[in-house]
């Protein structure tokens, strides 16, 4: 099991997280929208999902159903940058959030 980031963080990108992560698997950058964790490196510790402040961390075998496609947004992240930056921003826009640049 490993934990991931769902679309609720979309806009945030809090740092609590990435603060109490003991792994330093959760990573963001500027023109990211939101953060990502590193399945290969994540612990499974449970820290970032109660550090949270939106809620937006889940354990990958609890994942809200319609959150599904985030396991490999996550993973991807680490591999193909650009194409998981233009899906988030796909899905940002499908969901009316405000934060898409």
């Known amino acids: 099991m490993t934990y991931v980031v769902t679309d609720i963080c979309i806009g945030v990108k809090g740092e609590a997280c990435m603060e109490v992560c003991p792994e330093f ?6 023109e990211d929208l939101m953060s990502f964790i590193d399945p290969a490196r994540c ?13 937006a961390i889940y354990p990958d075998d609890k994942l809200p159903p319609a959150s599904a496609e985030f396991t490999l947004i996550n993973e991807s992240w680490f591999r193909r ?10 899905i940002a826009v499908e969901t009316g959030s405000p934060f898409v640049i």
Do not use: H, L
């Open 43 to 55: 612990t499974d510790c449970g820290a970032c999902m109660e550090a949270c402040v939106v809620n």
């Open 25 to 30: 698997c959760i990573f963001s950058e500027p």
């Open 81 to 90: 940058k650009r194409s998981v930056r233009e899906r988030v921003r796909e």
